[in-house]
């Protein structure tokens, strides 16, 4: 009989003051309160609380002896006692000036074990459940941490998981509780259909969010995976795809997941509405604010009249006049813009205003979420800290920072009042992600006798989630190539934002015809930032470099005589400082659609070592979507460097040496000067151009990341600085070079790899030809 049950039975001996019962139910409450508040207890008698001890249970109550109670003293007292847990059964009764309080003790839990589970592990299922060895046992608690094991397995896509327990006892109140997990198959998505889309296909926008239909590959991505708060960020991806362009109405009408039980398949439909395509009409900027001039915010606008209308173009104009009004000593201004939608006409005109925000200070950054990431590793992408001026520009541009990282799943920065009418206090909720990765690559070793090499690499974005970069990479490939990296990166170096690093490195080969080859050396960097897409670097290069001939062949009647240098000089060693300017406005560092990616540099060798030149090198490429709805990106190449001797000539491998990477159709180094026997010597002066054309696969899905690619490249290498003591050369000349052909790009989840078939169109006869190529797919 449940203690309700009893009190109602005893209702009638409340008048006589013969007893009291009362259970959590509140049932109490049905005494009179004349009753209650004459009764005053001398002590406390306690029943039944063998283990846990009389005290405990006198602690958990509010009835104190020679004092008055009430209805809600004897509610809330079975309340305290249930919540501990470690009762199953709690009866309070009056007799007399005793307070009587009978217990029944719920078992303890002696051992808590998994069985069953294999893609989640015992410490992890210890961390989600809450159930604990010596702590009670409760009903309650136990199907709590059967649907929090259920729901931590669906997150890895098994939703298909059995959660079920047992109990054994093991003696004196205590039983071994087991959670037992039938993990069953993968839950996978089936099919993802749109509905309500006119300007774009199915294609295109399952290309656009994260979520993914199952495929052969989905094992390895695990972006097959039905995750409801993943399908909330694939609404705001959509809304956010359309807003940038021109479809200012867009809105997500619904989006379901339905379970097959059956096949074990989620089918996922999201239903849109896009609406109307604008264009941006009248722009202008107004200033209510006494010292700043609306005419001189102009050149900050990126939103101009008859673009199409872009939501990211408003708010980059928005960043950009706050961050230039709060450094003209204006931390308080506001930035707000109204628009002027014209449905005739399609358009929408902005007017920014700058006026005189509320003066409001932060009083602190919380942080929330970060179970990895350290605190002040999100804390130093803010410009502003604790005491500083509110500024909400300045949150939406940390909020762009932190996403950037790529550490987490998500990020969303809120305001809450502080503790006075001026100060806010600022709420960053981020969850952490994967930052750890393992790839498969492939490309070319450098060097006048290069070849084809098979690199696998670890690396970690967020290291000890502290932000630092490590990578460790090996590989090995033809002419007994090997080579060896690693790479640190500090990206706040001494707690300024200073990318401070180091690379070093091992590269060898050998061939039965010519020579063994090993290059060994490594770089010292730091990075700071210019602007938010202008970076300047600065690095001090050594490489060591030995050519071993010996034992292997005639080195004279196989080598030429600058190669004969080479051996007989070896070790080479070359010491130098560069300075590189990195221009980057790209949307995306895995498949950019617009944006520009420049570098130019320059670099000095001659700071001991074998190298004596000043040499200049710069590359541009810039990206634009030729088609929106059929995906098709364009992009346009141009590159160029030039190397002066600083002292008498250059050695060979001072030279340019280029080929295959940057006209394809060459092996490396497979143009320009070279000896009449056909060893290259390399240029002193280069330049190049690409245009290509990348596009979907037809008949393959978009978010398998297959796309394909036509492309035109032309180049020259000319010029030789390499003194000729035997024998002649011949390419001197600045002769052009072209190809065109045909590449597949594929986003694996090994990292983006690529293949090239080119044929020269355009060539001298001493070329070497290399018509496939394969490697990393990003050419930046």
């Known amino acids: 009989m449940k203690a309700g049950s009893k009190f109602l039975n005893a209702v009638s001996a409340v008048a006589l003051s013969a007893g009291v019962v009362a259970s959590s139910t509140g049932v109490a409450t049905l005494l009179t309160a004349t009753a209650a508040q004459a009764a005053v207890i001398q002590r ?10 009389a005290d405990v249970v006198r602690a958990n109550i509010t009835i104190v002896p020679g004092q008055t109670f009430s209805n809600e003293d004897i509610d809330a007292s079975v309340k305290r006692l249930y919540a501990t847990g470690y009762f199953s059964d709690v009866r309070i009764s009056v007799s007399g000036g005793t307070l009587v309080v009978n217990v029944s003790e719920a078992n303890l839990i002696n051992q808590v074990v998994f069985n069953g589970n294999r893609k989640i592990k015992d410490d992890k299922l210890q961390g989600i459940v809450q159930t604990r060895s ?23 896509g098994r939703s298909d998981v059995e959660v ?16 037992v997990i039938n993990e069953g198959d993968r839950t996978k998505i089936g099919q993802i259909n749109f509905v309500g889309n006119q300007a774009y296909s199915n294609g295109r926008l399952a290309a656009v969010i994260v979520t993914k239909k199952s495929n052969f590959l989905s094992f390895l991505t695990r972006k097959d995976v039905y995750n409801e708060d993943k399908l909330r960020a694939d609404e705001e991806a959509l809304r956010q795809f359309y807003y940038n362009r021109g479809y200012a109405d867009f809105r997500v009408v619904s989006s379901d997941a339905v379970l097959d039980e059956a096949t074990n398949e989620y089918t996922i439909t999201i239903t849109v509405d896009e609406g109307q395509r604008y264009t941006f009409g009248n722009v202008s900027v107004e200033s209510t604010v006494e010292g700043v001039n609306a005419d001189e915010l102009t050149g900050l606008v990126e939103s101009r009249t008859g673009n199409t209308y872009r939501a990211k173009d408003v708010q980059g104009t928005m960043e950009a006049i706050s961050q230039r009004v709060a450094a003209g000593g204006y931390p308080f201004a506001r930035v707000t813009p109204r628009g002027n939608r014209n449905f005739e006409n399609h358009t929408i005109g902005v007017e920014y205003l700058v006026d005189q925000g509320e003066r409001a200070y932060i009083e602190r950054i919380e942080v929330r979420g970060n179970t990895r990431t350290r605190d002040f590793v999100i804390r130093r992408e803010f410009d502003m800290s604790e005491g500083d001026a509110f500024n909400q520009e300045m949150i939406a541009t940390a909020k762009r920072r932190l996403e950037a990282l790529g550490f987490f799943s998500s990020v969303n920065i809120t305001t809450a009042p502080g503790s006075a009418s001026d100060r806010v206090i600022v709420i960053v909720d981020v969850e952490d992600q994967p930052t750890g990765a393992f790839g498969i690559g492939g490309g070319y070793t450098t060097g006048s006798d290069g070849g084809f090499v098979l690199e696998a690499s670890i690396e970690e974005k967020n290291f000890l989630g502290r932000g630092q970069y490590i990578r460790v990479a090996a590989g090995a490939g033809e002419n007994n190539a090997r080579t060896y990296s690693i790479s640190f990166t500090e990206p706040y170096f001494l707690g300024y934002r200073l990318a401070a690093g180091f690379d070093i490195f091992r590269n060898s080969n050998s061939s039965e015809e010519f020579y063994d080859y090993t290059e060994t050396g490594f770089s010292l960097r730091v990075t700071a930032p ?31 005589q600058p190669y004969r240098d080479l051996v007989d000089g070896s070790p080479w060693v070359r010491s130098s400082v560069s300075q590189t300017l990195t221009y980057n406005t790209l949307d995306s560092l895995t498949l950019a659609r617009e944006g520009i990616y420049a570098t130019f540099t320059q670099e000095f060798a001659g700071l001991g070592g074998d190298s004596d030149y000043y040499k200049l090198t710069g590359k541009a490429r810039y990206y634009q979507t030729l088609s929106d709805e059929a995906d098709i990106i364009g992009s346009v190449t141009v590159g160029a460097g030039y190397v002066l001797p ?15 990477k940057d006209i394809r159709g060459f092996e490396s180094g497979g143009i320009g000067p070279r000896m009449n026997n056909g060893d290259s010597l390399g240029g002193t002066t280069y330049f190049t151009a690409s245009a290509e054309a990348t596009f979907p696969m037809p008949g393959i899905p978009e978010d398998i990341g297959i796309r394909g690619a036509l492309f035109a490249d032309a180049g020259t290498l000319y010029g030789n600085e390499v003194k000729i003591t035997s024998g002649f050369t011949e390419g001197t000349s600045a002769s052009l070079r072209a190809s065109v052909g045909a590449g597949l790009m594929w986003a694996s989840p090994f990292g983006p790899l690529r293949v090239d078939y080119a044929v020269p169109v355009i060539k001298e006869d001493f070329d070497e030809v290399q018509h496939f190529r394969f490697g990393i797919s990003n050419q930046f």
Request: no cysteine.
């Open 164 to 179: 079920t327990t047992q109990t054994v006892p093991v003696g004196e109140g205590r039983v071994n509780l087991a959670f």
């Open 134 to 156: 010596n702590g009670p046992y409760t009903e309650a608690q136990v199907q709590a941490d059967i649907q929090a094991i259920r729901s931590a397995y669906a997150a890895i």
């Open 530 to 560: 210019i602007t938010e897409n202008l970076a300047t670097t600065f690095r001090y290069n050594y490489k060591q470099m030995e050519y071993d001939g010996e034992g292997a062949w005639d080195v004279g009647d196989n080598l030429s």
């Open 44 to 53: 406390v008698d306690v029943n039944g609380a063998d283990r846990v001890g």
């Open 646 to 660: 600083t002292n008498d000539n250059l050695q060979v491998f001072d030279q340019f040496m280029i080929g295959g």
